[in-house]
């Protein structure tokens, strides 16, 4: 059986692979998931927090800041190790936003400091949401990402 199915599985000339990245056209009223899985190499032993707003139009970071359409991933997984922390939150469903050429996601990682009731900024990143590199059609930049965090505060 083994072997009828390591040639029945077996890959032809003629084998085309499927295209990941364009099965899933952006619906404003089906929205996209994200989630925060963890924050690898932290700099500190404190708890952290990933806030995830939406540029444009990035209303957070103005002041004062807006918290429409900010979500935030916190709760540590316990198992998880202190320099690579993992995340309990679930993914987020954002839905109803008008697809934007340059819609991107700013990723803004934060130690948290309970003892002193302080937030401090550790670094951020940016991913861009949506691929228009079809034309007529706007894709989800689907995937799974590990982003690289730049310098202290986003804005």
């Known amino acids: 059986m083994l072997l009828w199915l390591k040639d029945y599985m077996k890959a032809q000339p003629d084998t085309e692979l499927f295209e990941c990245k364009y099965y899933d056209p952006y619906q404003q009223n089906v929205g996209i998931y994200c989630a925060a899985e963890g924050v690898h190499k932290s700099p500190t032993a404190l708890p952290l927090a990933v806030l995830c707003s939406f540029n444009p139009p990035a209303e957070y970071y103005r002041s004062p800041p807006v918290t429409d359409n900010v979500f935030m991933f916190c709760g540590a997984k316990m198992d998880s190790p202190q320099k690579s922390m993992r995340f309990a939150s679930e993914a987020r469903q954002i839905r109803g936003l008008e697809s934007e050429e340059s819609w991107q996601l700013i990723i803004d990682i934060r130690a ?44």
Do not use: E
């Open 112 to 155: 948290v400091d309970v003892a002193r009731g302080t937030v401090a900024p550790l670094g951020w990143t940016v991913v861009s949401l949506l691929d228009k590199s079809r034309p007529g059609q706007t894709y989800v930049n689907t995937g799974v990402f590990m982003v690289r965090r730049d310098a202290k505060t986003p804005m």
